[in-house]
């Protein structure tokens, strides 16, 4: 069993993206998950910032964490490193006094620490419900989790922003979303994913990071020359980061066409993953239901998954077009814009 640390106030939308790279993730507490299994995939999660072995859970006071850590099996050699962390600030533990509780456990077994460059990491988190106000689902219990390190995710999102790209429009998705949504598709290697409306790239360029085909298309020539230039740089050019972190690069292709008309044959991807026009992009509100009912109906043709995009709910329409809504989020932009992500089948 494993314990996930989640990202990011959306839990529910981060375990969603954790179902991606481990199985049977299930609620803990607020900032938490546990995992019956995990894969290296997790290694290029955006909200989840680690896996850890599950070694117990207490309540969430150091005492407690000291009872369980004092009573378990340590079957690993080598030097240690502890690291105490009160989850979204929700107990007020003194951290610092619990990394020296707990380590004290570990040297009185003969452990050598080592907090520059351990050998093994143990995570103790401490999550109290009381303290989590942003979320409605059921508050769980308040914990201690203790497990050790076996998976950080690569926190580069902040190295490839949009405006950093040779090709930039204003409202580009960011990275971190962008990379959550094409996980959720199933993006990995040896899968392809399409992007129909693909803008500038965003979504094309993180599912080629983690190793997928993609290809995308657009209705304007002017986005599929600047993707273009997005793709050559990050994917085949100075612009791919920590080669020695991320797989190969998946290949790349681009076309210009109507979503509704995708020049692909039957059955021919893995995953479609798009991002509809909003509502204040289209000069008459009324041309967006048709041209996202199109898009939806193309992308069930080609594909048996979806991540539709949407500043509003088009579960109706996706339904109409042969698909199941298996799951749908709210995804606070700003004051005047919330994602409708939806996840189909």
């Known amino acids: 069993m494993y314990v996930l640390e989640l990202g990011g106030q959306d839990d529910p939308f981060a375990r969603r993206e954790a179902a991606s790279a481990a199985s049977d993730v299930t609620p803990l507490a607020p900032g938490l998950a546990t ?18 072995e599950l070694v117990g859970t207490a309540a969430p006071d150091v005492e407690s964490a000291r009872a369980v850590l004092d009573a378990a099996t340590v079957d690993r050699e080598g030097t240690v490193a502890v690291r105490a962390v009160d989850v979204r600030a929700s107990t007020g533990i003194d951290t610092q006094r619990a990394e020296r509780a707990l380590g004290g456990v570990l ?25 989590d106000e942003e979320t409605d689902e ?11 390190q076996v998976v950080d995710s690569l926190r580069d999102f902040g190295g490839r922003q949009p405006t950093d ?29 399409v992007d129909p409306m693909c803008g500038t790239g ?14 995308g298309g657009d209705a304007q020539e002017k986005m599929v020359r600047g993707t273009r230039r997005n793709l050559r740089h990050v994917l085949d050019g100075d612009g791919h980061p920590a080669p ?7 290949e790349w292709g681009l076309f210009r066409a109507d979503a509704a008309r995708l020049p692909l044959a039957d059955d021919a991807a893995d995953a479609v993953v798009f991002d509809a026009p909003y509502g204040r992009q289209s000069r008459i509100e009324g041309e967006l239901a048709p041209l996202v009912s199109g898009a939806l109906e193309a992308a069930h043709r080609i594909a048996p998954r979806c991540v539709l995009v949407a500043d509003r709910d088009w579960s109706h329409l996706a339904r ?14 700003h004051r005047s814009l919330v994602r409708h992500v939806h996840v189909l089948a």
């Open 320 to 333: 109409e077009a042969g698909w199941t809504v298996t799951d749908r989020f709210e995804r606070r932009v």
């Open 165 to 193: 790209r040779p090709f930039f429009q204003p409202g580009s998705m960011a990275p971190l979303e962008a990379r959550a949504l094409v996980n959720i598709a199933g993006a990995r290697p040896d899968t392809t994913v």
């Open 138 to 148: 059921p508050a769980g219990d308040a914990c201690c989790a203790l497990g050790w």
């Open 35 to 52: 995992a019956r299994g995990v894969t290296d995939r997790v290694g290029h999660l955006a909200y989840t910032h680690r896996a850890c």
């Open 244 to 250: 020695d972190r991320y797989p190969a690069a998946g």
């Open 107 to 131: 040297t009185d077994r003969g452990f050598a620490v080592d907090l520059e460059a351990p050998d093994h990491t143990l995570y103790a988190y401490f999550a109290d419900p009381a303290g």
């Open 202 to 215: 965003g979504l094309l360029l993180e599912a080629g990071l983690v190793g997928a085909d993609v290809v």
